[in-house]
């Protein structure tokens, strides 16, 4: 029966039922935190960059020549549209890198932004994607974006140096310029 409740429920009425049960019960409370804990530190690193990967080779160029052109209010050029679409795509991800840095789990933040960062260098060195001759160097600068982003929230010299290390070995071309970021 259990099964069957969860299944027809939407994420925010489970959600507040997570809540009240945690205000009624501190046992329950505890239990939750570390079933959390335990499910946001499964992180595979090559997991999210094939995703990441995935999913900006499969943004679409005809969704791209459909968005850019004349709009109310004004005009977009496929330039300035390709960013938006790529942006979008990797809005997800990066919002997950922040949240790790924001609920202290530095080490998870640090893994999560590897695979992201690998996934976009993967993009750029293998994609075939037709999308992609339009996004010239929006890629490297949402590579970058998000580097810099993580870097404001780690001050642990330790996890600066594996992305460091992480970047001459699996995004080489990009990590000179990159570790200045």
Not at 30 to 46: A, C, P
Not at 155 to 163: F, I
Request: proline share 3%.
């Amino acid at each position: 029966m259990i099964d069957e409740i969860l299944n027809e429920i939407s994420s925010e009425e489970a959600l507040e039922i997570l809540r009240r049960l945690a205000k009624k019960d501190p046992y329950i409370a505890q239990q939750i935190e570390e079933e959390t804990t335990k499910f946001l530190k499964k992180i595979d690193l090559e997991e999210i960059s094939e995703e990441v990967f995935s999913v900006l080779d499969g943004i679409d160029v005809h969704e791209l020549w459909d968005r850019a052109g004349p709009r109310t209010d004004g005009y977009s050029s496929p330039d300035e549209m390709a960013a938006e679409m790529m942006e979008e795509e990797l809005d997800p991800y990066n919002k997950q890198v922040i949240k790790y840095l924001k609920l202290g789990m530095a080490k998870e933040a640090k893994l999560y932004c590897m695979g992201i960062l690998k996934g976009i260098y993967r993009y750029v060195q293998e994609s075939k994607s037709e999308f992609k001759d339009w996004a010239v160097d929006i890629p490297e600068e949402c590579f970058g974006y998000l580097l810099k982003e993580w870097k404001k929230g780690t001050k642990n010299k330790g996890d600066l140096n594996d992305m460091n290390k992480f970047l001459e070995k699996e995004c080489s071309s990009w990590a000179q310029w990159a570790v200045k970021k």
